[in-house]
């Protein structure tokens, strides 16, 4: 050995090339087996070996990188384990280019390290790495992703919400039901993912806990033992976790653990310790229950939207239909109900447009009664659990406990949702929360935060398995009988509080209950369980009457009365059942109906007679349509004016708004418009001391609609205002449209348009009624800004919107033609371009002063008249005038400027004279409602108006 030790200690960086060519033999080679020899071996070792480095550091900073590679190549095979060298030769192929190799070098450390130690690269060497994946070039690692083979419709807003999760927390978990997509929203989070590294963790096939970190290892590509009885061992364990640990480490990396809920456990123990040891991973779960552990973003997945032909769930049926047969006849309409009633799951949706490749969209949706049956698959590549609806349930399904099982098949009679407090009286449990949260968490059943407290959800799905369930069962008599029960107490504890000032809170209640009410409706009348179905109907009658839903209480009442016959009733539900039927009762009285209406008036009459019906309102109500029952003349048109004001007049302010709302409305139907506002003034005092928001509004509408047909736009404006506040909070939808449209008559008259523009001028959706008010609306303007031909024509539109017969039954048909008649020849239109519409009003009037000569709208029926008297102040002048003062008398409406009848009686003063027109208002004043009829009648049937 010839290499100087001292000098080679004493090298400088430009002097380590030539150290090392002086190296020659081995060190210690002359001193045989003395003890000095081996020390000098092992000095001579690392002192060339730190040489080497230095002389490679001195390459790598001369840019000399492939040299410094091959020096650093050979000492790392001297010394797997030097992480310094590793990292230094990490760098140098970087630098040479060679950017695979740099990482390779670093698997290799890795690998190195837990096979002779158990061990992970330090601090620096995984650093390195992870600069090397994050360099630009750098190749992205991507695990268990799989392309996509067809486009995610539907989905867009719910990948930008994961992605967006997942920057910014560190666990997210998709989660919901089975079959709405959630594998493969998360496949195309993985594939849009920047980061260095995704991997994607498939568990549905992973059927232990301890399986999961080996499923995770050999996802990334670890070796792992293979003996499970090794795997159990917990040092095994720890290892395994640490290896996987170290790998996910190496670089930023997203991990996808798909379908966690039959491990959820396990799942959220492993996901908590690989976010513990890894600060740059991110994880990504799916799953039907949450993982529940700290620090995690649930994101919920809703199902596709189905409502109309541009939804996506639409959109997702017919690219699948047309898949399997290109030709098929795919009506819109059809798809769209057949996707709503799928729930808009996006795997039911593909399993019933695979069928169109047999099936006609008919059979399909008639077929849907047995879902279960229709929906399978003959798609081999679909995972077992995804061949058929039922299997996406019944996976959920075998992940639950008994009590839970139970539970969800007795909350499947809910066809809508439920409160914590109908499912405990409903499955007979008690306290129910605990299985109701772990349905939640296997998202079988849905919660939602709604104004009245947390509500729960099923898809129509899962309800109808849970059906099956229940009549497997044998225990769906008892259930059904308890959902009947909890029904008729829900509606008997809220039929009074729909009275006063709790009402708004019971009609929000009513609203989020009413399609289970419905249910349960339909199921008493159809086993005619009397008792249920009257006491029910008290609470749902008043409610869609307050609300304008009058078919429906004509869809029910017919059985309800029928059942009326057998009922049993105490003084429990007698109150509740009075005011259903006889809110039935003026219904179809009002519909002509006398063979329901009387039965229910009966049934109440006896019932008050009894004295278990002992509500007010029953007996102000009573008294009411027994008194409109009886009216056959005008003595007895009186006494039922009398009836309403002594009981409007009472003390007892419940009763007393009942009859002041009725004898309002009475009165302006037989156009005593002063007594109407007096009483409609009444009843919105009254309602302000009940508290009652419904009284308030309807009375505040029909002080609008008088003072709007008694030519006052500003009074009408302001009830309008206060009407539509009110109705709107009660959800009376229809009578906020009728009062949105006064409101736009009041403010045209004043000088608004604004509110016209927006309601009407695109009438494309609006039915033939309200078309043609919008088209009277608008003419309104052209009046007001001096424009009679152009409203004239829109008049003239405001008839011939009423295209179909049944539509011209409306009264709003009759001010149509005699306004659209005045207009016209107020603005010198020719007689005979509206003698068409004068004899059609002409006849319609006759008609209604023959069939109703007491019950007819005496302002509707002025207005008529005043439209024949325009016609006829030229051809019978003597006729005209007459007409006119009838049209005063009966306080014809004038909420359009042609129905004004101070422009007309101007004239006729100007025609007739002062005097003449004077004696015969006079002599029509003191005509009573039947002396009118009779009097119109007279003069509508002068042979005069054939001969013109």
């Not at 369930?469 to 509606?491: I, P």
């Amino acid at each position: 050995m010839t290499t100087d030790l001292s000098r080679a200690r004493a090298a400088s960086d430009s002097e380590l090339g030539d150290a090392l060519a002086l190296w020659r033999g081995e060190p210690g080679a002359d001193l045989g087996d003395a003890p000095v020899a081996a020390d000098l071996r092992t000095e001579a070792d690392r002192l060339r070996h730190r040489l080497e480095q230095r002389h490679a550091e001195e390459l790598l900073a001369d840019g000399r990188f492939d040299e410094a590679a091959t020096i650093l190549e050979t000492l790392v095979r001297a010394a797997p384990l030097d992480e310094p060298i590793a990292v230094l030769r990490m760098r140098a192929l970087d630098a040479a280019g060679r950017r695979n190799d740099a990482l390779a070098a670093f698997a290799a450390l890795r690998d190195a390290l837990a096979d002779a130690l158990g061990t992970d690269p330090g601090p620096e060497a995984v650093a390195a790495n992870a600069a090397l994946l994050r360099a630009s070039d750098a190749p992205r690692v991507r695990i268990g992703v799989r392309a996509a083979t067809q486009p995610l419709l539907g989905r867009a807003a719910d990948v930008a919400a994961v992605e967006a999760d997942v920057r910014q927390h560190r666990l997210t978990t998709i989660l919901g039901v089975g079959g709405l997509g959630k594998t493969s929203l998360a496949q195309e989070v993985a594939r849009r993912s920047t980061l260095p590294r995704v991997a994607v963790v498939e568990l549905a096939g992973t059927s232990s806990a301890d399986d999961i970190m080996l499923t995770v290892a050999a996802t990334l590509g670890i070796r792992t033992v293979t003996s499970v009885k090794r795997l159990a061992d917990p040092l095994i364990r720890t290892d395994l976790r640490t290896r996987v640990a170290t790998a996910l480490g190496e670089t930023e990396t997203l991990l996808v653990l798909d379908n966690c809920e039959h491990l959820v456990d396990a799942a959220a123990a492993i996901a908590r310790e690989l976010l513990a040891d890894v600060p740059g991973l991110r994880i990504l779960a799916t799953s039907r229950a949450p993982l529940s552990i700290a620090g995690e973003q649930v994101l919920p997945l809703l199902p596709l939207a189905a409502s109309d032909a541009d939804s996506a769930a639409v959109a997702l049926f017919l690219e699948r239909a047309r898949a399997v047969r290109p030709q098929a006849e795919l009506d819109i309409a059809a798809v769209v109900r057949i996707c709503e009633r799928l729930d808009g799951l996006p795997l039911a949706i593909e399993l019933a447009a695979a069928r169109v490749r047999v099936m006609s969209l008919d059979d399909i949706e008639r077929r849907l009664r047995d879902r279960f049956a229709l929906l399978t698959t003959v798609d081999r590549a679909a995972p077992e659990r995804h061949r058929t609806l039922f299997a996406v349930i019944d996976w959920s399904w075998k992940l639950l406990e008994p009590a839970q099982r139970t539970l969800l098949q007795r909350l499947s009679l809910f066809s809508d949702g439920f409160t914590a407090d109908a499912a405990a009286a409903v499955s007979g449990a008690g306290d129910v929360i605990d299985d109701l949260d772990a349905l939640v968490m296997q998202s079988l059943v849905t919660v939602r935060e709604e104004s009245g407290g947390v509500r729960f959800r099923m898809l129509e799905t899962v309800r109808e398995f849970g059906r099956d369930r229940l009549a497997d069962s044998g225990e769906s008599k008892r259930v059904e009988r308890a959902h009947l029960e909890w029904a008729r107490a829900f509606c008997l504890e809220r039929q009074p509080l729909l009275f006063g000032h709790a009402q708004l809170e019971t009609m929000r209640a009513m609203t989020a209950e009413t399609e289970n009410l419905i249910t349960v409706l339909r199921r008493a009348v159809a086993s005619e369980s009397a008792e249920v179905a009257l006491a029910m109907f008290g609470a749902l009658a008043t409610f869609w009457s307050m609300r304008g839903d009058h078919e429906e209480v004509v869809s029910f009442g017919g059985d309800v009365v029928r059942l009326a016959r057998r009922a049993e009733f105490t003084a429990a539900d007698a109150d509740a059942a009075s005011i259903g039927l006889l809110i039935a009762a003026l219904t179809f009285q009002f519909m002509e109906q006398p063979r329901v209406a009387m039965p229910a008036v009966g049934a109440v009459r006896r019932l008050w007679r009894a004295g278990l019906a002992r509500d007010s309102r029953v007996g102000a109500l009573l008294a009411l349509i027994l008194a409109i029952g009886g009216i056959h003349d005008e003595p007895q048109m009186a006494h039922v004016a009398e009836t309403l004001e002594a009981i409007a007049a009472g003390d007892d302010a419940a009763a007393a708004s009942i009859a002041a709302m009725f004898g309002a409305n009475i009165a302006e139907n037989n156009g005593e418009l002063e007594t109407a506002l007096r009483l409609a003034h009444r009843t919105n005092r009254l309602a302000g001391t009940l508290g009652d928001t419904w009284l308030a509004a309807g009375s505040a509408m029909t002080l609008a609609q008088l003072y709007c047909e008694n030519a006052r736009p500003g009074d009408a404006e302001k009830w309008c205002l206060v009407a539509r506040e009110g109705l709107t909070a009660i959800g009376a939808l229809q009578d906020v449209r009728q009062v949105e449209w006064m409101l736009a008559v009041a403010r045209v008259q004043r000088g608004d348009d604004a509110l016209a523009h927006q309601l009407f001028d695109d009438d494309a959706d609006l039915g033939g009624e309200l078309r043609s008010i919008g088209s009277a609306v608008l003419a309104e303007i052209d009046m007001r800004e001096g424009r009679p031909d152009a409203a004239a024509a829109l008049y003239d539109a405001a008839v011939r919107s009423f295209a179909a017969p049944r539509e011209r039954s409306s009264p709003w048909f009759a001010m149509a033609l005699a306004t659209h008649i005045i207009a016209s020849l107020d603005a010198g239109a020719p007689r005979d371009g509206v003698a068409a519409d004068v004899r059609r009003l002409r006849s319609r009037v006759r008609a209604t002063l023959r069939l109703r000569p007491l019950g007819a709208d005496q302002p509707i029926l002025g207005a008529a008249l005043l439209g024949l008297s325009r016609w006829a102040l030229d051809a019978v002048p003597t006729l005209s005038l007459e007409l006119l003062a009838l049209a005063e008398v009966m306080t014809s409406r004038q909420d359009f400027t042609p129905l004004r009848r101070e422009a007309h009686l101007a004239y006729a003063e100007r025609t007739f004279g002062e005097a003449a027109v004077t004696a015969v208002r006079a002599h029509t004043a003191e005509l009573g409602i039947l002396g009118r009829v009779r009097r119109a009648d007279e003069l509508l049937a002068d042979p005069r108006w054939r001969e013109r």
